[in-house]
Structures are given as structure tokens and as C-alpha cells.
């Protein structure tokens, strides 16, 4: 199409009609004959629809302008996708990778940091695979925590991020082992012998970022939901599964993820029972059945390192349940009989894989008295 069609669409509003109407075929997901007809359930799944169009319009839109791009964040409290990490703060900046760019910034007090750059073919494939990464002990950082980094095809600087033709976003990962007291860094993203201004929008290149954005819902919620399915194969269990899945949708290289689906009668709790490896960090969380993590700035749904309680010999024990048993590390199912969890071993030589079980929530808590 040329630029002079494409322009066209959109003042015509073509190119927002096919947008809302990518927007309702999304909908197709939530109403799958397989997913679940649960109210709250169904309810979380529109709500998670309209969080991914926010989402969606930020990345594809706001921030489409790879001359002058900016960090946002594409997953936080109030919009998230697939199992996002409540211990992260998620930087990500739209480029193109056939530009250098300088990433300037002060790191904060959170303990882990990570940058990333990343094919995304979201609303493509499904796909994020990794082009480029840089680990928080490959990093130079300054005296005070002051850093620059260079993003670009062929290296440059003391801390250079390698980008390939179809890179597309680099994603920072901040991660604290304790969320009340660690604070992130700051940074900011600069396009290398770019344009001073900004050029006037374009309704060619809005066109083709709203087509992008409306693409990118109906595919993210997808993709997760088939992830869904195939954790649902073998449920309130960890069976190994290949990682090369995860790093396609965009997980960090130097993460192990063990991933589960649940399901629990309201009388229920399940035991995850595990000897941690020798790692700086890991963490467990519970999901919804699109892998949206539980509301963890008001209930108690995820424990890492740092906040668990761990036995006498070391051991970690997880109980998942509608109320806490005074047993084992509480983790709030929040009102929900089922959905998906995920424990992350980070930096670890070995990733053992938890043993299960389902119980009475009673039993547990007379064993407490």
C-alpha cells in the first residue's frame, strides 16, 4: 500500500474502524468454548482486554517514534501480561535497529538489573526473542550508580547492547527482593545523530501503528492463553518444559521459569514443596487464568528470597488457599478456583522442580494448633 492509500485510510477512518473491529474479534479469546465461564473469570478477561489496548496503544502509538523514543512501562500494576514479576519495574523503549542509541541513567537501590533488546513480533508470531543482553554484573556503573550504555549493530563503548536489523524494543528489568524499601534507578534513551525535532505526525505511520496496536491485543491474548492450555495439561504439578518457549516470548536469558497451572475447591489448599538452589534470586507468584498476577499491592500473592519463611532444613513450603492456614508461606488465591503460577529460579546452575500436593484446608490448620 502507499503511503497516500494508507493516509487515506485513516482520514477516512478506515484504518479505526479495522482497528475497533481487531479489538472485537480479541474478544473471541475470552468466549473460547475451553476457557472458563466463571464470572469473575470471564469479567477479568475483557478487563484484561482493555489493559492490553492501553498497553498496545503506549507502545505502538505514543511511542512509535524511534528517533525520539522513551522508557515506559509495558507491564505494571494495572495492566499486565504474561505472568509479569510483582518484583519488577519494566522499562521498555520502541527503536528501530538500524539506529544507535544511548542509555543514560543513575541505578537505584533494587538489587537486580538487566537490558535487554528484543525482536517483537507480538502481534505478529507471538514471538520476543532476545537480540542483545546485558546482565547486571556485565555492567560498568560509575561511583554513584551513574551509567551509559550503547545500543547499536556493532559495538561501541565499555557497555555496548548488540541490536540485529529487526530489533525493536529494548526492555529494562529492575527487580527487588524487597518491594517497600528498594527504589529503581532512573534512565532515559536517546537516538545517536538523530533528527533535532520530531517530524508532524503522519497518518501513514499512525495507520500502521494502530493496525500494529489492534494486532498486538488479539495476539498477546493468544498466545497466553494457549500457554494456558498447555499448563493445563497436567494441573497443580510443575512438569519440566522446554525454556526455549519462554525465551521466544520474551523471558529474561538468565531466568529458569517453572511454570503451573491450579485448580482448587474452595476447601483446598495446595502444598509446593522445594529445596531452593544456590541463586541471587528467586521468586513464586500466583496468576489468573490469563496470567495476570493477583493484585499484589493488596493481597499476599507472591513471596521471593528476601520475605520467605523457609523450614528447618532449608526447604521451601508454598500453600496456595482461600485463607491462610498458619502454615508454610500463605500465598492468597484471592477469591479465584483456578488459574496459573509460575516459580523463577534467577542466576541458578540447577532448577529443581517442586513437589505437589493437594489437601484439606482444615487438615492444615488444626496441624497449626
Wanted: hydrophobic share 40%.
Amino acid at each position: 500500500m502507499t503511503d497516500a492509500a494508507a493516509s487515506s485510510e485513516v482520514t477516512s477512518g478506515k484504518a479505526w474502524r479495522a482497528f475497533c473491529e481487531r479489538l472485537a474479534a480479541a474478544g473471541e479469546v475470552i468466549l473460547a468454548p475451553d476457557a472458563p465461564t466463571d464470572p469473575l473469570v470471564r469479567a477479568e478477561g475483557f478487563r484484561y482486554l482493555s489493559r492490553l489496548t492501553r498497553l498496545a496503544l503506549e507502545q505502538h502509538v505514543e511511542a512509535a517514534d524511534t528517533d525520539f523514543p522513551f522508557f515506559y512501562s509495558l507491564s505494571h500494576a494495572t495492566a499486565k501480561i504474561g505472568a509479569d514479576n510483582p518484583d519488577n519495574v519494566y522499562l521498555n523503549a520502541s527503536i528501530r535497529g538500524d539506529c544507535d542509541y544511548r542509555i543514560t541513567g543513575t541505578r537505584g537501590s533494587m538489587f537486580y538489573f538487566s537490558i535487554v533488546a528484543n525482536a517483537m513480533r507480538y502481534h505478529i508470531d507471538g514471538s520476543n526473542a532476545a537480540t542483545g543482553a546485558l546482565m547486571n554484573e556485565e555492567i560498568e556503573w560509575g561511583p554513584n550508580g551513574e551509567v551509559e550504555i550503547i545500543a547499536s549493530r556493532n559495538r561501541q563503548g565499555k557497555n555496548w547492547l548488540r541490536l540485529e536489523a529487526d530489533t525493536s524494543v529494548i526492555i529494562v528489568r529492575q527487580s527487588a527482593l524487597d518491594r517497600v524499601n528498594e527504589k529503581p534507578g532512573t534512565f532515559r534513551i536517546e537516538r545517536i545523530a538523530g533528527p533535532k525535532v520530531p517530524a508532524p505526525l503522519d497518518p501513514a505511520r499512525f495507520g500502521e501503528g494502530l493496525a500494529a496496536a489492534g494486532q498486538f491485543v488479539g495476539g498477546i491474548a493468544r498466545t497466553f492463553a494457549d500457554w494456558t492450555r498447555l499448563f493445563r495439561v497436567h494441573p497443580n504439578t510443575f512438569p519440566p518444559i522446554d525454556q526455549s518457549m519462554f525465551q521466544k516470548g520474551g523471558g529474561s536469558p538468565d531466568l529458569y521459569y517453572a511454570h503451573s497451572y491450579w485448580s482448587l475447591a474452595p476447601d483446598e489448599a495446595w502444598v509446593i514443596e522445594v529445596m531452593p538452589p544456590d541463586c541471587y534470586y528467586w521468586n513464586f507468584q500466583l496468576d489468573n487464568w490469563w496470567m495476570e498476577s493477583f493484585d499484589y499491592r493488596f493481597r499476599q500473592i507472591t513471596v521471593n528470597k528476601h520475605s520467605a519463611r523457609l523450614e528447618p532444613d532449608g526447604s521451601l513450603r508454598i500453600v496456595c488457599a482461600a485463607r491462610d492456614p498458619g502454615v508454610g508461606n500463605w500465598i492468597d488465591t484471592s477469591g479465584h478456583t483456578e488459574g496459573t503460577a509460575l516459580l523463577r529460579w534467577a542466576g541458578a546452575s540447577t532448577h529443581p522442580l517442586p513437589q505437589t500436593r493437594v489437601v484439606k484446608l482444615a487438615g492444615l490448620e488444626q496441624k497449626r494448633v
